[in-house]
């Protein structure tokens, strides 16, 4: 009787790590990336909304992060791909291996591929931003201008507003001198004239007034550098 409970509890463990192996590629994820000769913890998190479509979020545990952003995610069968948008906008192009991992690499603008591989710890926890508030008409579309670097160098950068059906608003800005577009622009409120956001990537924020005219936007920038102006017109 003994041997063959030991027989069944073998079967049946067999039976989970083979489930588990051939599940899809949600869950929570960790694994360790390699970085001038310094090892950097990372975490992913993947999972399917109520919509059926794939959402995610990165950690990286050392710096105490969670909610990092992912973009263009994209899943298809066992292949994950996706940008790193705080990690330097660096795209990961992942597969789910035959023995249950997520391995492939990260390629950085600065440099890579670099290897990467991930072990399932538990269940998904994805953390998206939160939703914003819609905005007003005024605000609500594309927005250019430039910011003056230390070294009185230009940088363009283009910021876009749209409010969606469920009344919250879907914010964006571009970088094109870095080739860094769509980067999610978050917490963004606004009363009356006066308007405020985030750029969680560059640990930044911005807040200053719209004109009256609903034709000018003057910001400052703050981090904690400092602050720098900027003011952005309507296209």
Known sequence: MFIRTLRGAGVAMFLASLMWAQAGPDGHWEGTLKVDNRQVG????????????????MGMPSENATGLVVKDLAVSGKSVKFMAVELMMSICDLTLTADGKLAGTITGQRGGPLPIEFKRTGEAKVALPAASPAVSK????????SLQGPDGALHPLVFHFKNLPDKTVAATMDSPDRNAMGMPVNDVRQTGQKVEFGLKIAQSSFQGS????????ALQMINEAGSLPVTLRKK
């Open 210 to 217: 719209l004109n009256k005219e609903g034709t000018e936007l």
């Open 42 to 57: 990372l975490s992913l998190d993947l999972a399917k909304n109520e919509k059926a479509e794939w959402i995610a979020s």
């Open 138 to 145: 005024e605000l609500e579309g594309d927005w250019e201008g």
